[in-house]
């Protein structure tokens, strides 16, 4: 999501198609946060976190939220796979017809939801790039409950910008980011972008034009 992430969509130029929106984003004076590596090292340790807290890999499932939800998660499931020696089963959670916002942005693409096991009594891990306002947690939360009623829910987000408009917390987040409002943070991943980072700035002021109040 090379803009912030998914519930950062929440705004009043969300209407577009996002992908598209997200790569024409351009930050005035952005700074990376999070380079290659710090990323490698914060999945890491949110992949630990994850086995300690379950006291083990059984009845794992990670469900990513696309879009960069979805190869987070398999990063996830490769560091547990390379400390546990178990390929935990991982999956895509459309979130598109659950969003509160569907009924003033009807038009957007719909994805697909894509869950190799049942959900029943599982242990599922949501995926995410940001989390911010927390809505588009809600919205896959009410994804999830259609699927079935898994024994628990966790949220694993890479950064926790904050600004949060419902009470939900992540689990484990890779980093705790202090941030404005009006600021953007972009993950960028090399699977969807060609590059791992996370940058944060501010979107550059557009020129007033003659007439403009």
Aim: charged share 30%; hydrophobic share 40%; glycine share 8%.
């Amino acid at each position: 999501m090379a803009e912030t992430g998914s519930d950062q969509a929440d705004r009043p130029e969300r209407g577009a198609d996002r992908p598209e929106r997200e790569q024409a984003l351009q930050l005035d004076k952005g700074r990376v946060v999070l380079d290659a590596e710090d990323i490698s090292r914060a999945l890491t340790r949110m992949a630990h976190q994850i086995l300690e807290t379950n006291r083990g890999p059984d009845g794992l499932v990670l469900a990513g939220i696309p879009r960069r939800g979805v190869p987070l998660a398999h990063r996830l499931a490769r560091a547990i796979e390379a400390s546990e020696g178990i390929q935990l089963p991982v999956g895509a959670l459309d979130i598109t017809m659950y969003r509160d916002d569907l009924r003033s942005q009807p038009t957007r693409p719909v994805g697909h939801t894509r869950i190799p096991v049942g959900v029943d009594d599982a242990v599922v891990v949501l995926v995410d790039d940001v989390l911010f306002s927390g809505r588009t947690v809600r919205a896959a939360l009410d994804a999830l409950g259609d699927l079935g009623r898994p024994r628990a829910v966790r949220l694993a987000v890479l950064v926790d910008r904050g600004h949060r408009q419902l009470p939900i917390r992540a689990d484990h987040v890779g980093k705790n980011l202090p941030t404005s409002a009006e600021e953007r943070v972009l993950v960028r991943l090399e699977e969807t972008d060609g590059v791992n980072e996370v940058v944060i700035g501010r979107p550059p002021v557009e020129p007033e034009t003659e007439g403009d109040n």
